[in-house]
């Protein structure tokens, strides 16, 4: 079983397409997290969430926006997309918020290319 | 600066030898660092935490920490063609924080 699993594993469209990206996890994890990783492998935070909380927002335009319908579930939504969109974004889970060693686990990875 | 720094290499060494990755960080009040290692394609995977100053062993990896200096480093011992990745490092906040930031990682290759 797929510890942290995201839909679709790639993603092809047009500049000013709207699609979304669903991540679910079944560790039993309490916040749920998505990164984005350009073409230079930079990972960077864009939103987490704490039992459907957002917790975190990064600067990251208001075209994205995430929704969590429960603890398990972090789907996000881009609406307009642009060329410097194109990226891997993951989804990652982990335990609860308290303690030093939030390890994170990763989904497999979203390919979005925009045309 | 940056938050978390990592030289992006590429790093190559013969295998059988140490590979040695560093990375410094900007935020003394970071608690928490780690290395994660990501394939081509692939989702990054958790190699070691540390969080004390001093040496961290976990078979061929060690970690090293040393909080005064704003440095954490990772050797990897006995290197094998397997190991070619790239290594992020990546660095927690203090216990309110909630974010890993990473680090833009260093891509290793390993020789045979």
């Known amino acids: 079983d797929t510890a942290v699993s995201q839909t679709p594993k790639y993603l092809v469209t047009q500049m000013g397409n709207d699609k979304s990206i669903k991540c679910e996890q079944n560790l039993g994890h309490d916040t749920m997290y998505w990164y984005k990783q350009d073409s230079k492998k930079f990972l960077k935070i864009m939103f987490s969430?704490?039992?459907?909380?957002?917790?975190i927002n990064e600067t990251v335009p208001n075209r994205f926006s995430p929704k969590s319908p429960d603890k398990a579930h972090l789907n996000l939504h881009i609406n307009s997309l642009e060329l410097g969109d194109s990226a891997v974004y993951f989804c990652?889970?982990?335990?609860?918020?308290?303690?030093?060693?939030?390890?994170?686990?990763f989904g497999e990875g979203s390919r979005l290319t925009v045309l | 600066q940056k938050e978390v720094e990592q030289n992006s290499g590429p790093l190559s060494v013969p295998e059988g030898a140490i590979a040695s990755l560093n990375c410094t960080y900007s935020?003394?009040?970071?608690?928490?660092f780690f290395w994660y290692r990501q394939y081509s394609g692939k989702s990054p995977e958790l190699i070691m935490f540390i969080y004390s100053n001093g040496d961290k062993e976990d078979g061929r990896f060690t970690a090293q920490l040393n909080k005064a200096s704003q440095y954490v480093s990772l050797l990897i011992r006995d290197s094998q063609p397997s190991d070619s990745a790239t290594y992020l490092c990546?660095?927690?906040?203090?216990?309110?924080?909630?974010?890993?930031?990473f680090g833009q990682g260093t891509r290793l290759t390993i020789n045979p």
């Open positions: 990652a889970s982990s335990p609860s918020r308290t303690g030093l060693n939030r390890e994170l686990f």
């Open positions: 969430y704490n039992n459907k909380e957002l917790i």
């Open positions: 990546a660095v927690n906040g203090d216990q309110g924080a909630q974010k890993l930031v």
């Open positions: 935020d003394r009040g970071s608690q928490s």
